[in-house]
């Protein structure tokens, strides 16, 4: 069952997605050469402590951390720990969330650690994010589930290749319905497969996660013994970029974007619901 958020509820999971882009913001100016990635887990906690909120991914299944650090070739659920320092040339991606009066946010953002990054790793985030924006471009009454994954595919398809010979879209993760819990019905891919139908209608008061992860290499990936840190089989680096939306009768809302995706959505002539926190 996809679960249908009332404008009062979606207030709410307002409030939860500008406390997750605070955690963002905070952690990364925190994102600096000679950081760990539990500094930055420590960075969130007190953001969340700050906003009266709570964390969605501590103790979630059991994992140990408020945020997910997954660094270079980690693609997601990086565990933040003492021995991983990050070090100039380093990419992270930080998934965070919160809980606000029990509604969930949940996104997360690459971020270049110091300087001497290949283009190509500029490249990688830049298409990753944009796929994004696609697909939450595609978030619209009448479309369907299947419009949001073929909007993200289509954006990475249509780039230049990298030097590495094709973009990966990571196959065993996608982004997923969010509300009065983290992960929810629907599941959603960021690749068409026409195996699994067209889904869902997109109607008022759904909300979804759309976060593609793309590599540089493989669309594969594996799980360490630690059975959660996530890398690619053949150690290509990986982006991830993700936002929580709802849509609403007028429009969508970018719950987890401080400007609720107002300046990215109008380049595709898009107008947001207003801000229900305004």
């Given at each position: 069952?996809?679960?249908?958020?009332?404008?009062?509820?979606?207030?709410?999971?307002?409030?939860?997605?500008?406390?997750?882009?605070?955690?963002?913001?905070?952690?990364?100016?925190?994102?600096?050469?000679?950081?760990?990635?539990?500094?930055?887990?420590?960075?969130?906690?007190?953001v969340l402590a700050d906003h009266g909120a709570k964390p969605n991914f501590l103790g979630y299944g059991g994992f140990p951390g408020n945020?997910?650090?997954?660094?270079?070739?980690?693609?997601?659920?990086?565990?933040?720990?003492?021995?991983?320092?990050?070090?100039?040339?380093?990419?992270?991606?930080?998934?965070?969330?919160?809980?606000?009066?029990?509604?969930?946010?949940?996104?997360?953002?690459?971020?270049?650690?110091?300087?001497?990054?290949?283009?190509?790793?500029?490249?990688?985030?830049?298409?990753?994010?944009?796929?994004?924006?696609?697909?939450?471009?595609?978030?619209?009454?009448?479309?369907?589930?299947?419009?949001?994954?073929?909007?993200?595919?289509?954006?990475?398809?249509?780039?230049?290749?990298?030097?590495?010979?094709?973009?990966?879209?990571?196959?065993?993760?996608?982004?997923?319905?969010?509300?009065?819990?983290?992960?929810?019905?629907?599941?959603?891919?960021?690749?068409?497969?026409?195996?699994?139908?067209?889904?869902?209608?997109?109607?008022?008061?759904?909300?979804?996660?759309?976060?593609?992860?793309?590599?540089?290499?493989?669309?594969?990936?594996?799980?360490?013994?630690?059975?959660?840190?996530?890398?690619?089989?053949?150690?290509?680096?990986?982006?991830?970029?993700?936002?929580?939306?709802?849509?609403?009768?007028?429009?969508?809302?970018?719950?987890?974007?401080?400007?609720?995706?107002?300046?990215?959505?109008?380049?595709y002539g898009i107008t947001t619901a207003p801000d229900p926190l305004d």
């Amino acid at each position: 069952m996809v679960e249908i958020k009332t404008p009062e509820q979606i207030a709410k999971m307002r409030a939860a997605g500008l406390v997750v882009a605070a955690m963002h913001a905070a952690c990364r100016k925190a994102a600096v050469p000679g950081a760990t990635t539990k500094d930055l887990d420590e960075v969130a906690a007190k953001v969340l402590a700050d906003h009266g909120a709570k964390p969605n991914f501590l103790g979630y299944g059991g994992f140990p951390g408020n945020i997910c650090t997954s660094v270079n070739d980690v693609v997601v659920h990086g565990i933040p720990d003492r021995e991983t320092v990050l070090k100039s040339g380093d990419i992270i991606s930080i998934d965070a969330g919160a809980i606000v009066d029990g509604w969930h946010g949940d996104a997360a953002i690459t971020v270049f650690v110091g300087e001497g990054h290949a283009p190509e790793l500029h490249e990688l985030s830049r298409v990753t994010e944009e796929s994004m924006w696609a697909g939450i471009a595609a978030m619209r009454k009448g479309n369907r589930l299947v419009d949001v994954s073929k909007a993200i595919e289509g954006y990475i398809r249509r780039q230049p290749r990298p030097a590495s010979g094709r973009y990966g879209i990571i196959e065993d993760y996608g982004g997923h319905g969010i509300g009065s819990q983290m992960h929810m019905d629907p599941h959603l891919l960021n690749y068409v497969d026409r195996r699994r139908g067209r889904g869902p209608k997109l109607v008022p008061g759904m909300c979804l996660a759309i976060e593609p992860m793309v590599s540089l290499g493989t669309a594969r990936t594996h799980v360490l013994e630690d059975e959660w840190t996530v890398k690619t089989d053949d150690g290509s680096w990986a982006c991830h970029w993700e936002h929580s939306v709802a849509l609403t009768e007028q429009g969508p809302l970018v719950l987890t974007a401080p400007d609720g995706g107002r300046a990215k959505l109008a380049e595709y002539g898009i107008t947001t619901a207003p801000d229900p926190l305004d």
